[in-house]
C-alpha cells in the first residue's frame, strides 16, 4: 500500500510509506454506514504528521481504498535512546471523509416525506458543506416514507439513518458522498477458479424460523371522534371524553421557528433563492427588499417539508407591508416555488393604490381580501385540518435473495380544511381574528414545501416564522341559524376562540363563549397504540408435522424507520415475515482470503462451491497490509443475511406494554376508516349522518352504542345497519354514543379497524 499525508502547509502531499512499521501495519475498517477508519505504526520523522493531516491510503494497482483526516496528534511511544536522543514510533488513526462533515453539525434538524434516499442524502450534504463534496448515486435507490434529521447526531449518524430507511449503502471517498442499493455490486467466488479458498469460509445459521409476527410502533391516532355540545351563552369550558391525540412532545412538533434574532439566515435552516440580496436580517427581523419582480425567484424555503396531517398551524409574526408590495407568505407548495404550484398561502397584491392581503388556494385567489393599513403590523396564520394524521405511510426494504423489496408506503388522500385569519396587532387584543377563507383544500398533495417567502415585489419587515403541528382537535360551531363557522383555539389576546388545556377540556374566552342553542362539534382522534400481527399460513401448515405445533411467534417493536401507525407495523411485520421464512436469509459467518477486489459492505458475496452456491451480504471489512513485495493485503470479511441482522429495519424483541388490542390475522384491514364521516344535522329525535363515501359492494355500514362489538350477528348494542352513504340515526337521549364502521361483502364481512364515533350531550326537549 501507498499512503501519503498533507500537512495543509503548503507542502502537498507527503509520502510516508517508507515509514510504515511492520508491527502495525496499516489496516482499513469499513463497516457498513459508518465512517471508516485506518490505524498505522510508523518511525518517527523529521516531517512528523499532523492533526487535520489528508490521508490518502492507494493500492499498489492505484486504486484508492481510503481518504481522511487525522483528528488527533500522533501518539509518539518512546523505543529507547539512540545516538540522536530518544527513538519514537508513531501510533496514528485517521477517519474517512465524514470527519469533515460531522465536525460541522447540521444545526436545525427537519422532516422529509416520501424522497428518494439519494435525494435526502444530497439535501443533507448541502446543508452541512456542499461545496467539498458531491453526491451521486449508483443503481435505483428506494423511496424513504418518512424521516427525520436530527441536529442532535452528526451528518454520518443522518446519513447512516437515511441509507438504512432507503434500503441501501452510503461511503464516502476521495470527496465522493455515494449511494448504492444494498447488493448493487456482487463479487462471486469460486473454488472452479481458485477464487475462493474453502478453508478462509466460516458459514453458520443464527435465527430460528419465525411465521407468526406481532410488532409495535409509536402512539397513533385512533378512533374518529365528533363530540356535540350546545351552548346555553354562559358556560366556557366543556370536558372533552377523552384527551385527544398528539402526536410527540412539544418540541418534536414545532417544524419551524425563527425569529432572526441570530443576526443571519441560518443556512442550515433555510434554503431558497435570492438572486438580488433582497432578503437580509435587521432590526424588525426578516427585512423584505423587494424582490427580482419575477414569480418564484426571491424566495425563503424551509428545509423542512410539511406533512398535511392532523392540525398544522403556520405563522408569520409582527408583520408589516409597504406600498408596492407583491407576493406569497406563508405558503406551501406541491412543486417548484411559484403561484401556480401553491396549494395555500396568503396572496399579497396591490389593488386601486393599496396593499391587500387574500387567500390563494390551489393556485388561484379564493375568500376575501382585507386592505392592510399603512404603518400597521399584523399576525397571519393559516390553520390546516385533516383527520388523517399521517398522511405518507411509512416504507420498509428488505434483501431476499440479493434483491432489495419494499414494503408499505403510498400516501393517503385527504381534503384538509383550511382557514386563513389576520390580525391586526394595533386593535384590542380582545378582537376576533379577521377570516379569509374558509373551506377545504379538495385532494391535497399529502406533503409540501414550506415557503413562507415568496417575493415578487414583497417591501417590508416579518418578525418571525412558526410552524406547529399541534392536538387533532378541530372545532366548528353551528349557529342557531344553521351557519357554521370555525372556532380557533390558540392563547388569549391572539385573536382565538378558546383554549384547550392538557386533560382535554376547551376553555373559552370571554366574548367567544358559545351563545345560547349554538352547536359545538369537536372532531379528534384518540390515541391508542399502533401494533399489527402477520401470519404466514403456509408455513404454519408445514411446520406442523410429527405432532409438532407449526406456530412459532415472534413479538416485538420497530425501532427505524419509525412506525407511526398500524398500517406502519403491518408493513414492518410482512417485510420481517418475508425473511425469516425463508431460511437462506438466516445465512452469517466470515470470510478470509488475501488480495481480494475492492470489496464494501453492503457487497454481495456469491460463494460457488461444488455443493452449490450462497449469495451473502457483506457487513464489515477490514484490510490488513502485510510489508511484502509485491502487496499482500489480507481481507477479512463478516457477512449476514437480513434475517440474522436486517440492514434496513431496526428492531427491539419488546413489545410495548399497551399494545394488547390486536387484530387477528393483522394490524391493518381492507376495509377503509371513515375519517370522512360528517353529522349533516341534529335535531331532537336523529342525527343525520353522511359517511363520507360509498359502501363498498355488498357491504354497508354498521352502528353500534358500544366500540369493538362489531360482527355479522345482531347483538344488543346493535343500532342499525345502511347500505347507502347517508342515513338516519335515532336519538333516545340527551347524551349518547354512537360508533359506526363500514364493512364489506365477504362472509364473515371485514370491519374498518377503526371506528368513527359520534358523542353527543344535546337536549332532547
Known sequence: MRLTIDNLDGLGPIEYSDYLMAEGPVTIARKLNVPQTCTWTMRDCLKRPVRTGRVVVTGDAGAVLFTGYLPLEPEAVALGSGAGGIVYRLELSALSDEWLLDKQGLGAGGESFAESGDTLLRSLTSRVDGSRFTTTSTGLIAQVGSVTTSAARSWSENAGAIAEAAGASYRVLSGQVVMAPLGALRHTLTTADDSLSESGLRLGTARELVNDVTISGEIEGGTYVTEIFVGDGTTSAFTLSSAPFAEGSAASRTIVQDDFSAGVLDPQQWTGGDPGSHLTVGAGGLMLGGGTGLDGQTTLIAASAVELGGVVVLEARNVSLGQGSDGVLLGLYSGPVSRATCVAGFDVRQASGATTLGAWVNGASAGTTTTLASGHMYTL?????????????????????????????????????????????????????????????????????????????????????????????????????????????????????????????????????????????????????????????????????????????????????????????????????????????????????????????????????????????????????????????????????????????????????????????????????????????????????????????????????????????????????????????????????????????????????????????????
Open 381 to 765: 396564520r393559516l390553520h390546516l385540518h385533516s383527520t388523517e394524521t399521517q398522511r405518507v405511510r411509512q416504507s420498509y426494504v428488505v434483501t431476499l435473495g440479493g434483491v432489495p423489496q419494499q414494503f408499505g408506503g403510498g400516501v393517503v388522500r385527504a381534503s384538509p380544511d383550511v382557514v386563513f385569519e389576520v390580525v391586526d396587532l394595533g386593535l384590542s387584543s380582545n378582537t376576533p381574528a379577521t377570516v379569509l377563507y374558509d373551506g377545504t383544500l379538495a385532494n391535497s398533495p399529502a406533503s409540501v414545501r414550506f415557503a413562507p417567502v415568496n417575493s415578487v415585489q414583497l417591501v417590508g419587515t416579518v418578525g418571525g416564522f412558526l410552524a406547529q403541528r399541534l392536538s387533532t382537535v378541530w372545532v366548528r360551531g353551528m349557529t342557531s341559524a344553521g351557519l357554521p363557522v370555525t372556532r380557533l383555539g390558540g392563547v388569549a389576546g391572539s385573536g382565538a376562540d378558546f383554549l384547550l388545556a392538557s386533560a382535554g377540556v376547551l376553555r373559552f374566552f370571554p366574548g367567544r363563549v358559545p351563545a345560547a342553542s349554538e352547536q359545538i362539534r369537536v372532531q379528534y382522534r384518540r390515541a391508542r397504540r399502533a401494533v399489527a400481527r402477520v401470519q404466514a399460513a403456509a408455513s404454519v401448515a408445514a411446520e406442523a408435522k410429527g405432532g409438532l405445533p407449526g406456530r412459532a411467534i415472534w413479538h416485538g417493536s420497530v425501532v427505524a424507520p419509525t412506525a407511526w401507525s398500524s398500517e406502519d407495523c403491518a408493513a414492518a411485520a410482512s417485510a420481517l415475515q418475508s425473511l425469516n421464512t425463508n431460511r437462506a436469509e438466516a445465512v452469517s459467518g466470515t470470510y478470509e482470503d488475501v488480495n481480494l477486489p475492492d470489496i464494501w459492505p453492503g457487497d454481495f458475496l456469491n460463494f460457488v462451491t461444488e455443493a452449490g452456491a450462497i449469495l451473502v451480504m457483506v457487513r464489515r471489512a477490514q484490510l490488513v497490509s502485510d510489508p511484502a513485495s509485491p502487496e499482500l493485503v489480507t481481507w477479512r470479511l463478516e457477512f449476514a443475511n437480513d434475517w440474522v441482522t436486517c440492514a434496513s429495519l431496526r428492531l427491539s424483541k419488546t413489545l410495548a406494554a399497551d399494545a394488547g388490542d390486536v387484530i387477528a390475522g393483522g394490524g391493518s384491514s381492507t376495509v377503509p376508516g371513515l375519517g370522512g364521516l360528517q353529522v349533516v344535522s341534529i335535531s331532537k329525535s336523529a342525527l343525520q349522518i353522511d359517511a363520507g363515501c360509498s359502501p363498498p359492494s355488498g357491504g354497508g355500514f354498521e352502528v353500534r352504542r358500544t366500540d369493538g362489538s362489531f360482527r355479522a350477528g345482531q347483538g344488543g348494542d346493535l343500532v342499525l345497519r345502511s347500505g347507502v352513504r347517508g342515513f338516519t340515526v335515532p336519538r333516545g337521549a340527551q347524551v349518547e354514543e354512537f360508533y359506526v364502521r363500514m364493512y364489506d361483502g365477504s362472509t364473515p364481512p371485514v370491519y374498518s379497524r377503526l371506528s368513527s364515533a359520534v358523542l353527543t350531550d344535546v337536549p332532547i326537549g
